[in-house]
């Protein structure tokens, strides 16, 4: 059993050791020159420190090893395969790795989690259908998840405090669900997430707008990294739809990955090329500022949080209405800001049309 009053002192001195900790973590940047200097697709106009997600992995272990009471034997493959894109990540903001390198970082991890902590997604349960044994596709398919979720929150780490900011609504969700909704055998893994939430909640003040540290490729890979293993721990009991609760809760970085993908498809760009025309670049052509796109993509995580968290109190039906409703909504949104292209608004012009029908009608 676990005390509970002792988990939340646990849980706010992390957020205190993070928070003491960044700025030691910004000395060490300056002194080994990890420093994200002004880009044609950077936003930042003056040399900032990276390596923040130092400071967050340092005071989340540092949090489980020595004071939450989570059994150690369950800790230690999470901390190696985690160590193993730490490093993958501080490598690139020091000397800027190949994509194909930092795949091949977060492969290896993902390897780590599959067989040494045995954490995989096996079977997959949908409305209608009910439970579907993966098999031996369960290794590719976890594979290609904890790859995807994690390349997703390394993209949206285009902003002051957007990753680090959209990272915490989204593990503190699967917190929730994890500790109120799903049938566990205990609260270790609700515990191990909360303990992160209160590590990038002590670095968030520094990440935030205008920002003294960026999280680096160090931080976004390796808070994409827990996001995606943790969702298949604390979520794989979900009852209605094992896939959509994680999916739904991690709107806002696969929605843009899925968009630049499209994107990049439809304009025939390898799909690992760059551009400047993600969630928050099209909100802020739009006129938002750099603080207004940030709380606004906030804002807009929190709204898919609200409806992970409707599922599991919806029957089947209810959740099938509820998936609908979040498609056609995201669809409109994706075409009114452009978010695929500019030029191709395929719901929008049907919209139009059926309009001007009904008023030709009248």
């Not at 080994?32 to 005071?59: C, F, H, Q, W």
């Not at 609260?187 to 997430?193: D, G, K």
């Not at 409806?307 to 039906?317: R, T």
């Amino acid at each position: 059993m676990y005390n509970m009053f002792e988990v939340l002192v646990f849980c706010l001195l992390t957020v205190i050791i993070s928070f003491i900790l960044t700025p030691l973590i910004k000395k060490v940047a300056l002194k080994v020159n990890a420093i994200d200097k002004p880009g044609e697709r950077r936003v930042n106009v003056k040399p900032m420190p990276t390596l923040g997600g130092l400071a967050i992995y340092l005071s989340f272990y540092f949090s489980l090893f020595f004071m939450q009471a989570v059994p150690f034997k369950q800790v230690l493959p999470l901390f190696i395969a985690s160590t193993v894109i730490i490093v993958t990540g501080m490598i690139d903001d020091l000397i800027e790795i190949t994509p194909k390198m930092k795949l091949l970082g977060i492969t290896i991890g993902a390897l780590i989690i599959y067989y040494v902590a045995d954490i995989r997604m096996d079977l997959v349960t949908l409305p209608l259908i009910g439970e579907i044994e993966l098999g031996i596709f369960s290794l590719p398919i976890t594979l290609l998840w904890i790859l995807a979720i994690t390349n997703a929150v390394n993209l949206i780490d285009g902003l002051d405090g957007l990753a680090t900011g959209v990272s915490i609504i989204a593990l503190t969700t699967m917190g929730i669900i994890g500790f109120f909704f799903l049938t566990i055998d205990d609260v270790a893994v609700p515990i191990m997430i909360f303990t992160l939430v209160a590590a990038a909640t002590g670095f968030l003040p520094y990440n935030f707008f205008p920002a003294r540290i960026f999280l680096g490729d160090t931080g976004a890979l390796f808070l994409g990294f827990m996001i995606s293993v943790m969702s298949l721990q604390g979520l794989k009991n979900a009852t209605l739809i094992t896939v959509i609760v994680p999916v739904v809760i991690l709107g806002i970085p696969i929605t843009d990955t899925i968009a630049a993908i499209l994107r990049r498809r439809l304009n025939r760009k390898p799909i690992s090329s760059a551009d400047k025309m993600h969630l928050h670049h099209r909100l802020m052509a739009l006129g938002l500022t750099h603080r207004q796109t940030v709380l606004a993509i906030y804002s807009i995580a929190a709204m898919f949080s609200l409806i992970a968290l409707m599922y599991p109190l919806s029957n089947v039906i209810g959740s099938i209405m509820l998936t609908i409703g979040l498609l056609l909504g995201l669809e409109l949104f994706m075409e009114l800001i452009g978010l695929v292209s500019e030029e191709r608004r395929p719901l929008l012009s049907r919209l139009k049309r059926f309009a001007n029908r009904l008023n030709r009608k009248r």
